[in-house]
């Protein structure tokens, strides 16, 4: 196992390089650079930003000096756009958020979900089964931006409960956590609705009921923990797309966190906050990814690496 | 030397610099002196210097103030300058500023201050999005040190002593005065920069002369400023407390007013009407100094049928204006048949010809000289017109689509992201473009100066008469003759389809005053409003 995580770990190292090696292409193939304005800057100063900034060098000694920065001084560089501030500023600045808000949203999700789903599929066909399943199906088919202005709309204008947007203590927190849990909730009660649901016809499952084990502790101890299989898989990239923040969540609650970053860096041609997030969600992927696979072999003891 | 002084406005404002937040009579004021406004995105810099947008602009002239502010209609007042001289030739400006001025940390605002803020913003090191509004502003060797030929030190601006500011430019520039309410020429402190560097924007690091200071700044959710007790005119500042706050989305924007969290935001294309009859006292249409077009590209790369002028003229005239204005704006726009926007201080709409015919008619003349062009049902005319995602872009792009059906005209629709649409018209790729101007100041030229040759259109239009008109201008005691002739150039020559002429559609909270509603430049002051009891 420790060797599986070492190996994993190394080959990581490549694939961040070439993360970062083709977003850089991608990148400055767009066209467009980040002074692009309005009204064209005179060459002169045009000239003296891409000095600043290093873009008039050649683009290999710019990837090169990037990645040095990032190895030796951890300096992710400074924003195109932001002139006073640096990326790892940025990231300092709008990651918290995210994290906080995604963090919960994960929580509730897989409280919420797996409770429905696992409901669901003890008591098949049932009127408690037909709601959660229409629940999901809605809930996936809403898409997030048309729930935020609602969600603005209702809570804020008419109920004036909550405010309407910014960050602050807890209650800033409950519309940013509605709007991003709401359809990742409803795909973990799928997932485990129809992993339990196979699990529930099993050998060992008879047997277990055979013994005359309470179905309570049939289902919490021997259909549970196999069921959870695909829902772990999905649970990984989801819990790394939540922390990572949400382009709609951002917009709508004016959050500050670094969702929106990904959308307004790349539109902005801001080259280092761009490069800056797509690398801290390209190692938050490969990380969860290797604590999904370990969680399995934890979760199935017929997993071994 | 003669004494001058820039308009009556300027001489009431010495006399009484404190009319501006002072409630009329029988107003009461509220106890709650807050405003909250509106902001569609992340303030990028507090920086005057390297600020290059509106919203950034709107926040730098609370925390700092230039030589002279602009009152509620757009006219110079004295700001940190008293007055100024002007040399017979007209070509030297000395400010004279108040000995009572200071930065938020105590210490004077002095000449030096200036001469520094001005050398930051030319000197390439600095490296500014806005270094060519020095060269705009023709100072003394601005170009050479932009370039990086001349050192700072040559700019032609210096400190004569600590209250009197010299400023020496190239040719005479009549709305030179203007342009110092920009925020890219108010002063910085030169010892914070220094000690601070890039970081020096920050609550509690940033040191500014202006009403407010900051207090905080959330990226892209808020920023808050204080009123600054060491302000010199501190005495006469009503509002306490500014906050903006960011809300991507125009229409929670407005939901979020309704909720009462904001007192201004702006009004969601299409809504005016509803909220106008709802809210009168809240919905107000205020024109503003940009006017929207479509460019034609004359250059080498451009199509050759725009080459020819009858085609250029046919496709203005079919160009229906009005339902642009009143079927998908909505909002108070005017239909432009010009250039300058209608609303600029000082400037006399000429008569342009079309704009005085029914639409019938224009229509009549365009496909006429479509026909005189050689172009009619067996060699119809097909033109790309390229515009960048927008849902009112795409509205107009499309009506206009149909526009020209009736001409026998097919345009193609091109919707590019606007990094690429800007990025393209630069290079010259492009057949028909959409575009928008903004003042830079408040004078017909900021809009005329961008047809010259050596002008910013990317469509290359070129024209010596023209060229000569606006030298001419330059130099004219009024030179409103100058403009009316280059207009009625432009008409003829049309080099873009002039569309509308902006509004800003806003709605604003009934008990707040000293807002301005009649400066087509939109600049306002926090230090001028205040609100009243209802």
Aim: charged share 20%; net charge negative.
């Amino acid at each position: 196992m420790f060797g599986f995580v070492l190996r994993r770990l190394a080959v990581a190292i490549p694939t961040l390089l070439l993360l970062i090696v083709l977003s850089f292409l991608l990148m400055h193939a767009a066209p467009g650079g980040p002074f692009t304005q309005e009204r064209a800057l005179p060459p002169q100063v045009l000239a003296n930003l891409n000095a600043k900034y290093g873009l008039d060098e050649p683009l290999w000694r710019q990837i090169a000096g990037y990645v040095w920065g990032i190895v030796a001084h951890f300096d992710f560089g400074p924003s195109f756009v932001y002139p006073d501030r640096s990326v790892n500023q940025i990231i300092a600045a709008g990651f918290p958020v995210t994290l906080t808000y995604g963090g919960i949203a994960f929580l509730v999700a897989m409280a919420v979900g797996i409770s429905l789903g696992v409901a669901a599929a003890v008591r098949q066909n049932s009127w408690l089964d037909h709601l959660v399943v229409g629940l999901s199906i809605g809930a996936q088919v809403l898409p997030n931006f048309v729930m935020a202005p609602i969600l603005v709309l209702v809570f804020t204008l008419w109920l004036g409960w909550l405010p309407g947007g910014g960050w602050g203590g807890p209650l800033y927190w409950i519309m940013p956590v509605l709007a991003l849990s709401t359809s990742f909730m409803a795909s973990i009660a799928r997932i485990t609705r129809s992993s339990m649901l196979e699990v529930l016809g099993q050998d060992h499952i008879r047997t277990a009921r055979a013994k005359g084990l309470p179905e309570r502790a049939v289902i919490l101890r021997h259909a549970l923990r196999p069921a959870m299989l695909p829902v772990v898989s999905y649970l990984g990239p989801a819990f790394v797309t939540m922390i990572t923040g949400s382009v709609v969540v951002d917009m709508y609650f004016s959050t500050g966190g670094i969702g929106r970053s990904f959308v307004d860096s790349a539109l902005n041609r801001d080259y280092a906050v761009m490069m800056g997030v797509t690398i801290l969600a390209g190692a938050l992927t490969i990380l969860f990814s290797l604590l999904v696979d370990v969680a399995y072999a934890w979760i199935d003891p017929k997993i071994r690496y | 030397m003669t004494r001058l002084l820039l308009t009556s406005a300027l001489v009431a404002g010495i006399a009484l610099p404190v009319l501006a937040a002072a409630p009329a009579e029988g107003e009461k004021l509220a106890e709650n002196q807050s405003y909250t406004f509106w902001l569609l995105d992340a303030i990028k810099t507090a920086d005057p210097q390297k600020n290059t947008d509106v919203e950034g602009s709107d926040i730098i002239r609370q925390l700092f103030e230039g030589l002279l502010n602009e009152d509620t209609d757009g006219a110079p007042v004295p700001g940190v300058a008293t007055g100024f001289d002007l040399s017979q030739d007209k070509l030297t400006y000395t400010f004279h500023l108040r000995a009572q001025a200071k930065w938020s940390n105590g210490e004077p605002v002095t000449a030096h201050d200036f001469v520094y803020a001005w050398r930051r913003l030319a000197d390439p090191a600095t490296a500014s999005e806005y270094a060519w509004f020095m060269e705009l502003m023709n100072v003394e060797n601005a170009g050479a040190v932009v370039k990086g030929d001349k050192p700072p030190e040559e700019l032609g601006v210096r400190a004569l002593d600590d209250h009197r500011l010299e400023v020496r430019l190239t040719t005479p520039t009549p709305y030179f005065p203007k342009m110092v309410t920009h925020a890219s020429t108010f002063p910085v402190n030169r010892k914070v920069i220094e000690a601070e560097g890039d970081g020096w924007t920050q609550p509690g690091k940033l040191v500014g002369n202006g009403a407010y200071v900051l207090k905080s700044h959330d990226l892209g959710v808020q920023i808050s400023m204080e009123r600054n007790p060491d302000y010199w005119d501190a005495g006469n500042v009503i509002m306490q407390r500014i906050q903006g706050l960011t809300v991507n989305d125009n229409n929670v924007a407005l939901t979020r007013y309704q909720a009462g969290e904001l007192d201004r935001v702006q009004i969601p294309a299409g809504q005016y009407p509803r909220l106008e009859k709802e809210t009168p006292d809240q919905a107000v249409s205020i024109p503003y100094a940009c006017t929207y077009g479509y460019l034609f590209n004359l250059g080498d790369k451009g199509p050759e049928a725009l080459k020819d002028v009858r085609v250029r003229q046919a496709l203005s005239y079919a160009m229906q204006r009005d339902v642009v204005v009143n079927q998908i704006l909505q909002g108070g726009q005017k239909p432009a048949y010009n250039w300058t926007h209608w609303a600029i201080e000082g400037f006399q709409m000429p008569q342009i010809d079309y704009a005085a015919w029914s639409q019938a008619e224009r229509l009549d003349k365009a496909k006429a000289l479509l026909a005189e062009a050689g172009y009619g049902p067996d060699k119809p005319l097909r033109l790309t017109l390229q515009y960048n995602t927008d849902d009112n872009h795409k509205k107009i792009a499309v009506a206009t689509q149909q526009f020209y059906k009736q001409l026998g005209v097919e345009l193609t629709l091109n919707n590019v992201e606007w990094k690429v649409h800007t990025d393209r018209m630069q290079a010259g790729d492009f057949e028909m473009a959409r575009y928008a101007w903004c003042a830079d100041y408040n004078e017909a030229s900021t809009f005329l100066d961008f047809f010259r040759s050596t002008g910013m259109n990317y469509g290359d239009y070129s024209n010596p008469e023209f060229d000569a008109l606006m030298d001419r201008s330059k130099t004219s005691e009024d030179p409103n003759a100058q403009y009316a002739a280059a207009e009625a150039i432009l008409a003829r020559d049309m080099p873009l389809v002039p569309i509308y002429h902006y509004a800003k559609v806003d709605m604003i909270r009934d008990d707040i005053r000293g807002l301005p509603t009649r400066n087509v430049m939109n600049d306002w002051y926090a230090k001028d409003i205040y609100r009243i009891q209802k």
